[in-house]
């Protein structure tokens, strides 16, 4: 059973992630993300809470909402804007298991107003999520991901 669900997270990734990353990365759409196929786990230092620490430089990043809710396998939007970048940003969806944070394969990149779509593809179950910039060590809060 779970031998087809990472063959479906797999070809999810590449059916919809090869085609967007070809393209250039300043046009209008931001390149969509997809199942965790490529497992990157980052240790989860974080607070128990669901919200990060305040942003120390004004730069934070924003969801429309904190709870997405959809069908499994569905394409479920994440839409928001990253405050205080102007150009374009890579991001990255994350996602809270046991060991820490899994890092989905392809990079979310923000317009140059700072807004992004985030795009996932997961099975049934309910999921935390978060929005990150690696390089400068932002987060947004813990998303709630139900797909039922």
């Known amino acids: ?6 063959v479906a997270a797999i070809v999810a990734a590449v059916g919809l ?3 967007a990353t070809l393209l250039l990365r300043d046009d209008d759409q931001p390149t969509p993300v997809d199942g965790p196929a490529d497992r990157q786990v980052i ?3 974080s607070a128990p809470s669901t919200e990060t620490s ?3 430089s004004g730069r934070r990043i924003e969801t429309t ?3 997405y809710f959809g069908r499994p396998f569905e394409t479920i939007h994440i839409e928001g804007r990253y405050r205080g970048v102007h150009g374009a940003t890579e991001l990255r969806v994350q996602l809270r298991q046991a060991d820490g944070w899994t890092q989905f394969p392809l990079p979310v990149v923000t317009q140059p107003s700072g807004r992004f779509r985030a795009y996932v593809e997961l099975g049934q179950g309910q999921y935390q999520l978060r929005i990150v910039d690696p390089d400068r060590g932002r987060a947004s809060r813990v998303l709630t991901l139900l797909l039922f």
Do not use: A, E
């Open 1 to 6: 059973m779970k031998s087809w669900r990472l």
């Open 17 to 19: 992630g090869l085609p």
């Open 43 to 45: 240790p989860d230092t």
């Open 54 to 56: 305040p942003p120390t």
């Open 65 to 67: 909402s904190s709870f």
